[in-house]
């Protein structure tokens, strides 16, 4: 299994989430939407750190078990973030218009599309 096509994907995610901040995303987030824009991205950003570390780390976990199910749930996500980006497109705090921000949320979701479909096809 070509273990860079998941990271590929992942970085793509991680490029997405420092255009995030650019966007002020947390805007369209139930849980930070209400914050101010200091207090908002403050809370996004710190939010990503135990979520990204924890990713990392089940993503490298020793056992193929464990990193199989971790890399196919993050392939799935990929999958359906570019749908949630979609339905958000017409909301008024909306701000991935660019082809940067495309280009990351979809290179993401193309990338873990395919890393899914090697994932099933051949697993090890």
């Not at 860079?4 to 970085?11: A, K, P, R, T, V």
């Not at 909301?91 to 660019?98: L, M, Q």
């Amino acid at each position: 299994m070509p273990e860079w096509l998941f990271f590929l994907g992942f970085s793509f995610l991680l490029a997405h989430e420092l255009d995030a901040v650019r966007a002020h995303e947390w805007r369209l987030l139930p849980c930070l939407k209400n914050l101010s824009d200091t207090q908002g991205r403050d809370a996004f950003i710190m939010l990503h750190v135990p979520v990204v570390a924890l990713l990392i780390w089940l993503t490298a976990y020793p056992p193929d078990g464990v990193r199989f199910w971790a890399q196919a749930a993050i392939d799935i996500f990929l999958i359906v973030h570019v749908g949630l980006h979609r339905a958000f497109v017409g909301h008024p705090d909306y701000d991935f218009h660019s082809p940067l921000s495309r280009g990351l949320i979809w290179g993401a979701g193309v990338v873990g599309a395919a890393h899914l479909a090697l994932l099933i096809i051949l697993p090890e």
